[in-house]
């Protein structure tokens, strides 16, 4: 990830996909977040962790949490 290319790495591209959580605490690589548009993403380099947060489902429905993807190694 270092030549500043986004890169598909995972999940659906179905618009209005609802998303799987699996359980709270316990990482999955079954969880995706739902589709959203307008939020942030940002890459921790020294952790090699990529972070999103919020985002919008439809008009009414705002989305406050944070997911993070952990890179292997």
């Known amino acids: 990830m270092s030549d ?30 739902c589709a959203r548009s307008n939020a942030v993403g940002w890459f921790d380099s020294l952790r090699q962790e990529f972070w999103l947060f919020g985002g919008e489902f439809s008009m009414s429905n705002n989305w406050f949490g944070a997911y993070v993807y952990q890179l292997e190694n």
């Open 4 to 33: 500043s290319t986004w890169t598909w790495i995972s999940g659906t591209n179905t618009v209005g996909h609802p998303g799987i959580y699996g359980e709270k605490g316990n990482a999955s690589t079954e969880n995706v977040p």
